[in-house]
């Protein structure tokens, strides 16, 4: 198993301004994932972030918006930028061997 | 890409009571997985069972890869059973490596 470390662990922020989110994980590893929960709905993969190389984005996600940060093999920022109130969710991050594990996620209210 | 449908989506159960939640996805997958996600919003790992049944207390599992299928059983409900229960597959990518598609998930009250 695999320990995730995410903070904050939420965070109320006004619209136009960014936040960025950090995940610490107990071991290494070579992928870190993470994804968007909007309120009521389920879990959609934003990017995937490999230590080394420039992060893979899902489809309707852009690294402008979303910009993603791996130095190590240990660590992951994700940035919302320039927020609006539909960015308005939680933002979990993910380590995958076999099973994957998650940090207890970000909820993140703009106003 | 794979669509993953999980029933019901809504659940009300009194408490000491048995339930079935059922997950289908449209195509092969490597692995599937069931997640308990509690009212703060933290996702608990419950089963990693791509196939075959597995127990953990009053929770099993049941995963038939052949049919596309998983079942999750609670018996003897309560009430801090209650909050979403997910299912994710894992599918390989041309890159290499896997990511999760979760289901919409089915929500579950316990009441006293």
């Known amino acids: 198993s695999a320990v995730i470390s995410q903070k904050p662990s939420r965070d109320i922020c006004q619209r136009g301004t960014s936040l960025t989110i950090q995940c610490q994980v107990d071991s290494q590893v070579t992928m870190m994932f993470w994804y968007r929960q909007q309120p009521g709905q389920s879990l959609t993969l934003i990017a995937t972030a490999n230590q080394g190389s420039e992060a893979t984005y899902e489809s309707g996600f852009v690294i402008d918006k979303f910009p993603i940060s791996r130095p190590n093999l240990t660590f992951s920022t994700l940035t919302v930028s320039n927020m609006s109130p539909e960015d308005s969710s939680i933002y979990l991050c993910?380590?995958?061997?076999?099973?994957?594990?998650f940090g207890q996620g970000t909820r993140l209210t703009v106003v | 890409g794979i669509q993953v449908e999980q029933s019901p989506p809504d659940l009300i159960l009194q408490e000491g009571a048995n339930s079935t939640l059922r997950c289908n996805f449209s195509?092969?997958?490597?692995?599937l997985q069931w997640f308990h996600q509690n009212p703060w919003g933290q996702l608990i790992n419950l089963f990693y069972?791509?196939?075959g049944t597995k127990q953990n207390g009053r929770l099993s599992a049941t995963t038939v890869a052949t049919e596309r299928y998983s079942l999750l059983y609670i018996s003897s409900s309560q009430t801090t059973d209650s909050g979403v229960y997910f299912c994710a597959v894992d599918r390989l990518r041309n890159s290499g490596y896997s990511t999760l598609t979760f289901g919409k998930g089915t929500m579950l009250l316990v009441s006293p």
């Open positions: 993910s380590v995958s061997n076999t099973e994957a594990f």
């Open positions: 195509d092969s997958v490597n692995n």
């Open positions: 069972i791509p196939s």
